[in-house]
């Protein structure tokens, strides 16, 4: 038996099985062998991350990861149920994470105001790690779990998986200090606690600070009970505990009060820096007091009297900074242009620091490209950052001169000539799904801009109504927002027409969320967000059943335009895989540098985020009814840039000249596939396949489906089509962990199907179908290579789902 099993403990986990069987979409749980102990089986609970923020909340428990196992009971105990384990017994929580904590203002709970009622201190901000958590618990006396925050063992389509990572670190740890994982599974069962830590590891994986190589490893930052209720063992007995058992410390600070809390985190953004070093942020650690649930009932938290209670503080800087240095080199290292040619935006360029890391990385890639080779693919961004740190360092030892002094004796600049402004309009180019209103009403929120959305309008032509309403609002604002998505050529041209000529001029500042990611990963990316808002939305909502909005977000990727630096007068970067918080952050930092407005402070940018999560359409439009016609076929989507793909390799020394001028013909006649898939089954081989049919199918409807992982291994063509060889179909992870349902679906594709698995990269003419695409890759790997070049590709990996196709 375990050392605890509640019954309460027992209910929670009954509630959470209850909730998920009504609602996929609002919990979800994946079930693992556990890696120390087969025979065990461990269940991991996933929350919906928008859900957080209700209140009341729709959740059982607050916790982000929560691992839960069944113990078998020969007298006594409730009877098995929701996951079939036997007969009678009770189910433990194994892992236990913290429970969601939020910004400051983020939520009613968290402003300054409410923190001096409802917490009680001592307040200890512990340093935030920059990293991935690890939970490390006991599954029985002798055995340990060891999981990320979602999943645990090995993830196929992984060299490594974190939980695996984290195994690693904490076996040398234990080895430094002599201590044996059997050890460390007793002291963590007899007080029926998890370990929480982050790994920070930057040869595993890079996040935005970097750690030397005594801070590389797992920093142990948190001890939970591993119970239902949150409760956390305090920091100086978990700083001990890590001394004790080899851990990396995590450095702490306390404070008395709120209000001084508030004067160190007020310190700390001034100086940017803590203890000599750039910081994320902190989490603060106290208590709910006894007056917590009297009075005010919108700021009560949802935790009892008594219990722990967290909340944190983070700084934009130098984060912002050092994004602008990742992307102004990726643009550099992009460029189809001389160096000195390209062409950046004065919005990235305004930090003197910045100006001079450009000159500095322009000279280092003439220099010595190669040493650029991994950065693209999120490798070495630490390291070039860090050679260009030491650079400046000695450059300011050397010349007696500070980095503004510096920056002002550049004698080239890379800034736009300025314009006087007098008014702003915010233009986001976007496609459904990226966030862009969530931004907006954030915006509109934290600094009174104007808002007119495309979306509201309900006329038939709604474009000529929408420009002039985002002129008549800026009468009355100084910045409006006009949000639509602008993903063409013509709406940015309707309103920089509406604008131009006024006196004083007014600016067109883009937020721009580039469509620079293969089309796969763009279209799950924003799906999946259109999936979970649900109806929260005018015109597109989730259809679980047609998938019609999946069709519509095709449409706009599509279509899209590739916005010209000749449209705007600023573009703002944002990245369509960045969460809201850090998009927002990113707008926030133009808006404060380019329009010169006051930064807000933490607790009002919390509040907008809460405004922004809370939002609601006040009027919807009638959706007509459409039947929406079945798929012709279902395929994997690959998640790749297939046109730079075949682009690299044609450019090698020994691609035939036949290769590169098939490859050209197809490009200049538009001949590339537009959205390139591999297809499974095609509804001609019905009712053959029906079976396999009806699979896809199901995979394509689930609320979570599943993902695989494959390679690309080589570009074949004849005179008649080109396609892309594709080998090695294998499960790989959502991003909850699960493989399961991938792992089945793998194992009953026969060899038939695996053998000719492909991309068609496009035929010569209209009159050659698609199919001779798969009938080249069959020959080739049967050995009839007559009139098929093949080239090689060095060990291409990719993912994706499958999805129910027209054309």
């Known amino acids: 038996m375990a050392p605890t099993l509640p019954a309460i403990d027992d209910k929670l986990v009954r509630d ?86 939020f910004n400051i203002g983020e939520v009613p709970w968290t402003s300054w105001e409410a923190l001096e009622r409802i917490t009680t201190g001592p307040y200890i901000l512990t340093l935030k790690s920059n990293g991935c958590i690890i939970f490390v618990a006991a599954l029985t006396p002798e055995k340990l779990l060891i999981t990320s925050k979602h999943s645990l063992g090995p993830v196929k389509g992984a060299d490594v998986s974190h939980a695996e990572m984290g195994e690693r670190w904490l076996l040398r740890h234990l080895e430094l200090v002599g201590k044996t994982t059997a050890q460390f599974a007793k002291v963590l069962w007899d007080n029926n606690w998890t370990a929480v830590a982050e790994l920070c590891d930057d040869s595993f994986e890079e996040h935005v600070l970097a750690y030397s190589q005594e801070k590389t490893g797992l920093h142990l930052h948190g001890i939970n009970e591993s119970v239902g209720a949150f409760r956390t063992v305090a920091s100086d007995v978990v700083t001990k505990f890590a001394k004790e058992w080899g851990f990396i410390e995590t450095v702490y600070h306390t404070e008395q009060s709120i209000a001084g809390v508030r004067r160190f985190a007020d310190e700390i953004e001034k100086s940017k820096k803590w203890n000599g070093e750039a910081i994320e942020g902190f989490v603060v650690r106290c208590h709910v007091s006894q007056e917590a649930h009297r009075g005010d009932r919108r700021t009560a938290p949802p935790y009892p009297e ?91 030892a050397s010349s007696n001169l500070s980095i503004d002094e510096l920056a002002e004796s550049l004698a080239k600049t890379t800034l736009k000539e300025e314009k006087p402004f007098g008014k702003t309009m915010i233009v986001p180019i976007a496609v459904p799904g990226v966030g862009k209103t969530m931004v907006s009403v954030a915006l509109k929120t934290l600094f009174g801009f104007g808002h007119i959305q495309s979306d509201d309008i309900k006329a038939k032509k709604a474009a000529p109504i929408f420009v002039k309403k985002v002129v008549d ?88 335009e590739e916005l010209g630096e000749d449209e705007v007068d600023d573009i703002v970067d944002m990245d369509i895989e960045d969460d809201f918080e850090h998009n927002l952050d990113r ?65 090698k020394g020994d691609a035939p000249e036949e290769a590169k001028k098939f490859w050209k013909a197809l490009t200049d006649s538009k001949r590339v596939t537009a959205v390139p898939h591999i297809t499974l089954v095609h509804n001609k081989s019905l009712p053959q396949e029906q079976a396999l049919w009806d699979r896809c199918k199901e995979m394509f409807l689930s609320p979570s489906p599943p993902s695989f992982g494959f390679r690309i291994t080589h570009v074949l ?50 009159n050659i179908p698609p199919i001779e695409g798969r009938t080249l890759v069959e020959n080739w790997k049967k050995g009839d290579a007559k009139g098929i070049a093949a080239l090689a590709l060095n060990n291409v990996k990719a993912q994706g789902r499958v999805k129910g196709l027209m054309s």
């Open 587 to 651: 707008a926030i930092d133009a808006c404060v540098r380019i329009l010169g407005l006051p930064k807000p402070s933490a607790e009002k940018i919390g509040q907008a985020m809460a405004a922004a999560r809370g939002y609601a359409p006040t009027e919807k439009k009638e959706i007509e009814s459409s039947k929406s016609k079945p798929p012709r076929y279902y395929a994997l989507l690959p998640e790749v840039n297939m046109t730079e793909l075949v682009n690299d390799r044609l450019s």
């Open 306 to 396: 008594g219990s722990s209670f967290f909340f944190k503080l983070k700084y934009d800087e130098p984060y912002m900074m050092y994004r602008d240095w990742r992307e102004l080199t990726k643009m550099l290292l992009n460029a189809k242009v001389p160096l000195d040619e390209v062409s950046l935006h004065k919005n990235k360029m305004r930090r003197p620091e910045t100006q001079l890391y450009v000159e500095w990385v322009k000279k280092e890639i003439s220099r010595d490209r190669s040493q650029f080779e991994t950065y693209t693919k999120g490798k070495g961004i630490i390291a070039t950052r860090e050679r260009f740190l030491r650079y400046l360092e000695d450059k300011q």
């Open 16 to 101: 959470l099985f209850n909730k998920s069987e009504r609602n996929k979409k609002l919990i979800s749980y994946s079930t693992y062998s556990a890696p120390s102990a087969p025979e065990m089986k461990v269940r991991s609970w996933k929350m919906n991350e928008f859900k957080y923020y209700d209140v009341p909340s729709p959740f059982p428990t607050l916790a982000r990861g929560i691992f839960t196992t069944w113990v078998q009971s020969q007298s006594g105990g409730a009877p098995a149920m929701p996951g079939d384990e036997g007969e009678r017994g009770l189910y433990r929580i194994v892992a236990r994470g913290y429970d969601k904590f």
């Open 473 to 560: 609002e800026l009468k009355s604002h100084d910045v409006v927002i006009a949000d639509r998505n602008n993903h063409l050529h013509k709406h940015r041209n309707e309103l920089r027409d509406a604008i131009s000529g006024r006196v004083p001029a007014v600016r067109m500042l883009a937020l721009h969320w580039a469509l620079d990611k293969p089309p796969a990963t763009i279209h799950r990316v924003c799906s999946d967000r259109v999936n979970q808002r649900g109806d929260n939305h005018q015109s597109l909502v989730a259809d679980a059943v047609s998938k019609k909005h999946e069709e519509v977000i095709w449409m706009f990727i599509n279509q899209s």
């Open 717 to 766: 063509l004849n005179d008649r089509v080109m396609s892309l060889v594709v080998d090695d179909l294998r499960a790989a992870p959502n991003p909850d962990g699960e493989t399961e349902g991938a792992e089945q679906f793998v194992s009953i594709l026969d060899g038939k199907i695996k053998s000719g698995l492909h991309i068609t990269v496009g035929t010569k003419n209209a």
